[in-house]
């Protein structure tokens, strides 16, 4: 059997490319895939939690976060394509209409 | 098998009955064309729920869902929000060409989001909540379509708190793993019951959980989202998210920290003190140097989140009581000092620089000497309202012996006079360069009048709204 340890680490080095990513690309899809990364690497260790505990409300969980996830890129593309028909790029640097 | 056994229902029966009307107004946006209209709807709306809230103490689905004093101090104030936005809002959003009549619909679905926050007894509970409330804002701060700042409002408090609420994912899936359970008593008992106080582990997610609702307090130094996203905001949005979310987060923050890791309190503290010194002095220094008012306020909530956070600090049933009641207080202070901007926002005039207010006791004294009561009152200047909640919160901290982190938070005080008082001397020491037009209507004065009316009797007589707090935090 994988033990927990592995699980652990995979998931930790999931989350940690997702921060790295959401941090040093500059692209708003690619940051928007980063947090997905992010939200993923957590999934991954709480149903090796739930599975380790031999308890459900880990797995429960999941369930919600995927749910959530799905509600929050039908949101976040949406705001996406409103700006996009604004100005023509996917640019969080060009992005400084507001400054101060 | 498991026998289905019915939940007691009766507990989170202002959130069904918030569910189900938040949906009739959203069906009744096709067949009424009036948008005023579904604005009186929603209005009635928070009445039913007011009513069905007054019966709802208790615990429910084993308890996930707790309706004790604290969420009913914090959801009256929900309610609250709820009032004054839409009555600032339904001549605005007009003004603004965005009358839709989905936007209330979508203010109740972000208040249901805080409700459920406020009420969380599991972390599963509270991640829903906080959603529900953030997805509903990240819509409402892009509303206006067509305008590419309140685009990239949306889009920058989108990405930022889609980001923080990985955080608080990531520090949920420690504590599951660490104690085996989600939900917040459970997980106190666990940490008592084997010792845990000092495990880097649980200190780690603790510090996952701040850095979470820090995002959602706009607290320094994660508070980057905050001015861009009240600045591109309709101006009605920015008075509702500069107290909602953030009355919401502070809810969360007390019963997660005081409840789940009240064992804890000394460690958690010295993570809190150095982001409480650090909202107040960023908040207070940068509003400084602000030209544009909602930037300003922006800025300013920034700080009054940080001497919120003192109350929170002193992790006493005293200090909890201060946050409440300052949490009322600013609700008011702060949508008050909104509903003037919106007053100036008229077609084809922005009005929302500084600069704009010059001499306004002399165009519209009326709207001047309101601004007038809000500014002293953000200021912290007796016998405004404002000066009571800092007094209570400044008070709390004393007693829990944090008497350093007060003084600091006296000096920051007297800064913040700077910028809130510029205010006031460009209305009644300079001379108008143009004549600004008010956008007025019934709503709008309605809110003014609640506001400053409340402003003054909780300055002149705040021992009845401290008292009520304090009986709101027994038991908690």
């Not at chain 2, 880097?200 to 510090?207: A, F, K």
Request: hydrophobic letters at 55%; glycine letters at 8%.
């Amino acid at each position: 059997m994988v033990p927990l340890n592995w699980y652990l680490m995979l998931s930790t080095v999931v989350f940690m490319i997702g921060v790295f990513g959401f941090l040093t690309r500059r692209n708003i899809i690619i940051m928007f895939m980063s947090v997905e990364l992010m939200l993923n690497g957590v999934n991954i260790s709480l149903i090796s939690f739930s599975h380790f505990l031999q308890d459900m409300r880990g797995q429960i969980l999941v369930f919600f976060i995927i749910t959530v996830a799905a509600a929050e890129a039908a949101i976040g593309l949406a705001i996406i394509i409103a700006l996009f028909r604004n100005k023509t790029t996917a640019h969080v640097d060009e992005m400084t209409e507001m400054k101060g | 098998m498991m026998p289905f056994v019915m939940p007691d229902l009766r507990p989170v029966m202002p959130e069904v009955v918030m569910t189900c009307l938040a949906l009739i107004v959203l069906m009744a946006d096709l067949v009424i064309k009036r948008k005023e209209t579904i604005a009186f709807l929603s209005i009635i709306c928070i009445a039913i729920v007011t009513y069905v809230l007054s019966g709802s103490l208790g615990t429910t689905f084993n308890g996930m869902f707790i309706s004790d004093g604290y969420s009913m101090f914090f959801k009256l104030i929900f309610i609250l929000n709820v009032i004054l936005t839409v009555l600032i809002s339904v001549k605005y959003i007009a003004v603004e060409k965005v009358n839709f009549g989905e936007y209330y619909s979508l203010i109740l679905f972000s208040t249901l989001g805080m409700m459920i926050m406020a009420s969380a007894g599991d972390l599963i509970v509270l991640y829903l909540g906080l959603e529900l409330m953030a997805l509903s804002t990240y819509i409402l701060a892009g509303f206006i379509r067509y305008d590419i700042k309140s685009n990239e409002a949306a889009m920058k408090y989108f990405l930022l708190g889609a980001f923080a609420s990985a955080f608080l994912l990531c520090g949920t899936s420690m504590i599951y793993g660490l104690t085996g359970t989600t939900d917040l008593k459970a997980i106190s008992d666990y940490i008592v019951k084997n010792g845990l106080a000092s495990n880097p582990v649980l200190m780690l997610s603790v510090i996952l959980f701040a850095v979470a609702f820090s995002f959602k307090i706009a607290a320094v130094p994660f508070h980057m989202w905050a001015p861009d996203a009240y600045e591109g905001a309709p101006t009605s949005i920015t008075a509702f998210m500069s107290v909602g979310p953030k009355a919401a987060g502070f809810a969360v923050l007390g019963r997660v920290f005081m409840v789940a890791f009240g064992s804890i309190k000394i460690e958690w503290a010295t993570v809190l003190i150095p982001v409480a010194v650090l909202t107040m002095g960023v908040g207070n220094i940068v509003a400084i140097s602000q030209t544009n008012i909602k930037r300003m306020l922006a800025y300013s909530s920034i700080a009054h989140a940080g001497y919120m956070l003192l109350g929170i600090i002193a992790g006493t049933n005293d200090g909890m009581a201060s946050v409440l009641n300052y949490m009322l207080i600013y609700a008011f202070m702060n949508i008050g000092a909104f509903a003037v901007v919106i007053m100036l926002r008229s077609e084809g005039f922005k009005g929302d620089n500084i600069t704009d207010y010059e001499g306004l006791s002399k165009t519209h004294p009326l709207a001047a000497a309101l601004m007038l009561v809000f500014m002293f009152s953000l200021t912290g200047i007796p016998p405004t309202a404002g000066f009571m909640g800092k007094f209570y919160v400044f008070m709390s901290a004393i007693n829990a012996g944090y008497t350093w982190v007060v003084i600091i938070a006296v000096i920051f005080s007297a800064i913040s006079a700077y910028f809130y008082l510029r205010i006031v001397m460009y209305m009644y020491m300079k001379e108008p360069k143009e004549t600004v037009h008010l956008t007025t209507s019934p709503g709008i004065g309605l809110a003014l009048a609640i506001t400053v009316i409340a402003v003054l009797i909780i300055g002149v007589l705040p021992s009845t709204f401290i008292n009520f707090a304090h009986v709101a935090v027994i038991g908690f």
